[in-house]
Every structure is written in C-alpha cells, then in structure tokens.
C-alpha cells in the first residue's frame, strides 16, 4: 500500500515561513502527480497547490506569489514552501495523491480533508500536519 508522511508543520507569527515535506513510499513517486490541501476550522477541505509528474504547478488564488511547491524525486518528497504567512493559512495540510489505494492512516477510518466528492476518499492522503498562524 502506498503510504504518504507529511512533516515541518507548527505555530509561527503573520509574515513567518514554514516548509512542508511529504514523503511518499509504495508507488512509483516520479510518475505521479502531487497534490496539497488544507482545511481550516469550520471550512471545507480546499486545494492549495498540485505538481504534476513533469513539474507544472498550480496555485489557489490566495496562495499565489507566497507557497512554492516542489519535488524531489529521487527523495520521493513533495515540498510545500509557504512565506508571509498570514492567520487565514490556519489549517491542517494534507498532501494527496491520486492514486488509488489507503494509506495507514485511512485504513483506520479517518477521513482526510473532509468536503471531497467520495470518491477522491479512494485516493491516496496524508495524516495531515497542523499549522497555526497567529497574528
């Protein structure tokens, strides 16, 4: 089964940086595309960024010119750099790959990023890492 470990989470003040990783092991990484979510309290699950298998990225509007993502293959690690964060970044990140399958976490009947179509539940997720930004 294919298994997604995120990591570098925490508490920083408004205009601090912080950089997530998430490794991935059990799937052929480099073929895949990436992705990270987050969900805030009380909010839906929301896309912040994706990297596809030959780098092209995306970014939610209110990401854009502040995270940077990024992939290190030969690490199987997806990065997530976010500079001047702001207290609406508030949320756990989770990062994604849709690829079918469960990861440990899944298998024990957690639900990732709640607000999804169900189906992308049959994708691969992360346990989650929490940031909290504070202003």
């Known amino acids: 089964e294919g298994q997604l470990v995120e990591s570098g989470g925490g508490s920083v003040q408004a205009g601090g940086s912080l950089r997530l990783s998430c490794t991935a092991s059990?799937?052929?990484?480099?073929?895949?595309?990436m992705g990270w979510y987050r969900q805030a309290p009380g909010n839906e699950c929301e896309l912040v960024s994706s990297?596809?298998?030959?780098?092209?990225?995306y970014y939610a509007d209110s990401v854009k010119g502040r995270f940077t993502i990024s992939r290190d293959n030969a690490k199987n690690t997806v990065y997530l750099q976010m500079n001047s964060l702001k207290p609406e970044d508030t949320a756990v990140y989770y990062c994604e790959a849709p690829i079918q399958g469960m990861t440990a976490i899944q298998a024990l009947g957690v639900i990732p990023c709640r607000g999804l179509p169900a189906h992308r539940y049959l994708e691969l997720w992360g346990q989650g890492t929490l940031v909290t930004v504070s202003s």
């Open positions: 990297i596809t298998s030959d780098g092209s990225t």
């Open positions: 059990g799937f052929t990484f480099a073929d895949s595309d």
